[in-house]
């Protein structure tokens, strides 16, 4: 299996990701995207803004503020739940995620089952356990120049409330019928006890979450049919392998408070199975609490029988970091090629930071870069995504693309002044074919 080291390591040689803050020794728990990272989070993104929301007619966008009113996480339940069990180690006072440091041990753990479970310390060894305290995971903030409690305010830990908040605009301007998505992608921040493997667990992440309004007896058909669409999202989109993705049902004593039915998509990530998403019914909790805490009604008024009630919702909620580090960990090959390894990133095409890569094949030859320069605009103008590398020599230059994922390697050679065609060479095969660029 592909070894987590082995992709950090790519990813910072080749400026995918770095540690947030590097230049000062790092940040614990950020993650900053260099320029091929940034490429490719923004296929990813938007090939899911795509799939979700444009070529579908009953999903619209929204794109609300980050720091939304302090009621809003009363309203929620996270000012009272939001809190994971914090436990810490007497001998070294390191200080860990309780359900994150032995197997069978859950979120609501009580100190008197830990002692009984007296797990080692993940860093000393050691079994000499503090009581569970809750530790609510919102970052705050204060809001204008006074400090004090008043002017509270948190960063929020998903992009849902973003979306439930604005469903009554989304209803009184847009007219949707039911059901119908409320979709957003952006930042959400989780003061995370132990940010760790990568980006998988970081403190700032980005979520792309839809809240799908349905009838209240509709909600079980909605919930198949969504949850078959991240399936197929992730096979054909993503390209991730259908024998490494797997439902968990979630038992109810391990759901989040406001849910009824929870699927977690797990991943055969290089750090074992883990959750890559999850897709939960949550009734008509959210609406309920905002109608409750803002004294507006969220109701919905149905077009044809005229009736009015408060929808349920399915939420199929994703996060950047996962399935980025899903979709490079599927990708990453090191494999044989003439006597020696190489290691390739095996992208899908529409993924792919670069689509092609354009070369002289030598660079002190003027004709050739000439022509090479010429091909380069041509598929530049058509594909945008183009590289041009006329760095080392040409072997040097296919590895380079291989472990950047770039799916073709065009070169300009000698024949291309004769005939005008120019060498292809394919990511994933090393195979070479001539092509006119105008078939390319
Ligand atoms: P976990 O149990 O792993 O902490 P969660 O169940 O709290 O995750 P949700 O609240 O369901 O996660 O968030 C939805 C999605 O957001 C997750 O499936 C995951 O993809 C992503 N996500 C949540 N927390 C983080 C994090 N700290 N870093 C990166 N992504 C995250």
Same mark, same amino acid.
């Given at each position: 299996?592909?070894?987590?080291?082995?992709?950090?390591?790519?990813?910072?040689?080749?400026? #995918?990701?770095?540690? *947030?803050?590097?230049?000062?020794?790092?940040?614990?728990?950020?993650?900053?995207?260099?320029?091929?990272?940034?490429?490719?989070?923004?296929?990813?993104?938007?090939?899911?803004?795509?799939?979700?929301? =444009?070529?579908?007619?009953?999903?619209?966008?929204?794109?609300?503020?980050?720091?939304?009113?302090?009621?809003?996480?009363?309203?929620? *339940?996270?000012?009272?739940?939001?809190? /994971?069990?914090?436990?810490?180690?007497?001998?070294?006072?390191?200080? %860990?995620?309780?359900?994150?440091?032995?197997?069978?041990?859950?979120?609501?753990?009580?100190?008197?089952?830990?002692?009984?479970?007296?797990?080692?310390?993940?860093?000393?060894?050691?079994?000499?356990? *503090?009581?569970?305290?809750? %530790?609510?995971?919102?970052?705050?903030?204060?809001?204008?120049?006074?400090?004090?409690?008043?002017?509270?305010?948190?960063?929020?830990?998903?992009? $849902?409330?973003?979306?439930?908040?604005?469903?009554?605009?989304?209803? /009184?301007?847009?007219?949707?019928?039911?059901? %119908?998505?409320?979709?957003?992608?952006?930042?959400? &921040? @989780?003061?995370?006890?132990?940010?760790?493997?990568?980006?998988?667990?970081? @403190?700032?992440?980005?979520?792309?979450?839809?809240? !799908? &309004?349905?009838?209240?007896?509709?909600?079980?058909?909605?919930?198949?049919?969504?949850?078959?669409?991240?399936?197929? #999202?992730?096979?054909?989109?993503?390209?991730?392998?259908?024998?490494?993705?797997?439902?968990?049902?979630?038992?109810?004593? /391990?759901?989040?408070?406001?849910?009824?039915?929870?699927?977690?998509?797990? %991943?055969?990530?290089?750090?074992?199975?883990?959750?890559?998403? *999850?897709?939960?019914?949550?009734? =008509?909790? /959210?609406?309920?609490?905002?109608?409750?805490?803002?004294?507006?009604?969220?109701?919905?008024?149905?077009?044809?029988?005229?009736?009015? #009630?408060?929808?349920?919702?399915?939420?199929?909620? &994703?996060?950047?970091?996962?399935?980025?580090?899903?979709?490079?960990?599927?990708?990453?090959?090191?494999?044989?090629?003439?006597?020696?390894?190489?290691?390739?990133?095996?992208?899908? $095409?529409?993924?792919?930071?670069?689509?092609?890569?354009?070369?002289?094949?030598?660079?002190?030859?003027?004709?050739?870069?000439?022509?090479?320069?010429?091909?380069?605009?041509?598929?530049?103008?058509?594909?945008? !995504? +183009?590289?041009?590398?006329?760095?080392?020599?040409?072997?040097?230059?296919?590895?380079?693309?291989?472990?950047?994922?770039?799916?073709?390697?065009?070169?300009?050679? #000698?024949?291309?002044?004769?005939?005008?065609? +120019?060498?292809?060479?394919?990511?994933?095969? $090393?195979?070479?074919?001539?092509?006119?660029?105008?078939?390319?």
């Amino acid at each position: 299996m592909t070894k987590l080291d082995d992709i950090v390591s790519l990813c910072k040689r080749r400026g #995918f990701i770095f540690q *947030g803050s590097d230049v000062y020794g790092g940040f614990a728990g950020t993650w900053d995207y260099g320029p091929l990272g940034t490429m490719l989070k923004r296929n990813i993104m938007n090939t899911w803004w795509h799939y979700w929301v =444009d070529a579908r007619e009953d999903m619209y966008g929204v794109d609300a503020a980050i720091i939304m009113n302090p009621k809003t996480w009363v309203a929620s *339940g996270h000012t009272a739940t939001f809190a /994971d069990p914090l436990v810490e180690c007497l001998e070294c006072h390191g200080r %860990f995620r309780a359900d994150k440091i032995a197997d069978g041990i859950t979120e609501s753990v009580t100190t008197e089952e830990f002692h009984k479970i007296n797990p080692k310390c993940p860093t000393c060894g050691k079994q000499n356990w *503090g009581p569970i305290r809750k %530790f609510n995971m919102m970052f705050q903030t204060h809001v204008g120049p006074i400090v004090d409690a008043t002017s509270v305010a948190y960063l929020r830990p998903e992009t $849902a409330q973003g979306i439930f908040t604005n469903y009554k605009n989304v209803v /009184d301007t847009i007219y949707p019928s039911l059901p %119908f998505g409320i979709a957003q992608q952006g930042k959400a &921040f @989780r003061n995370e006890i132990s940010p760790r493997d990568f980006v998988f667990r970081s @403190r700032e992440f980005e979520q792309m979450e839809i809240e !799908y &309004f349905v009838q209240p007896d509709k909600w079980q058909e909605n919930f198949d049919k969504l949850l078959e669409n991240c399936h197929d #999202f992730f096979e054909r989109e993503m390209g991730l392998p259908k024998e490494k993705i797997h439902d968990y049902e979630v038992p109810a004593s /391990d759901r989040a408070h406001y849910s009824d039915r929870t699927i977690d998509i797990e %991943f055969d990530f290089p750090i074992g199975k883990e959750e890559l998403m *999850g897709i939960a019914y949550r009734t =008509d909790f /959210d609406l309920q609490n905002i109608t409750r805490e803002s004294g507006k009604s969220m109701e919905y008024r149905d077009k044809i029988t005229g009736e009015s #009630f408060t929808p349920h919702v399915i939420e199929p909620s &994703f996060g950047v970091e996962r399935l980025i580090m899903a979709v490079l960990s599927s990708a990453y090959t090191e494999e044989e090629l003439d006597g020696s390894t190489r290691t390739v990133l095996k992208l899908p $095409a529409n993924l792919a930071p670069y689509k092609f890569c354009v070369s002289p094949l030598l660079k002190n030859k003027p004709e050739l870069v000439k022509k090479a320069k010429e091909v380069y605009e041509q598929l530049r103008a058509k594909y945008t !995504y +183009v590289t041009w590398d006329d760095s080392g020599n040409i072997g040097k230059r296919y590895r380079k693309q291989d472990e950047i994922g770039t799916p073709k390697c065009v070169v300009i050679d #000698f024949d291309t002044l004769e005939d005008g065609t +120019v060498t292809v060479r394919d990511r994933d095969t $090393a195979e070479q074919i001539r092509l006119n660029p105008d078939e390319l």
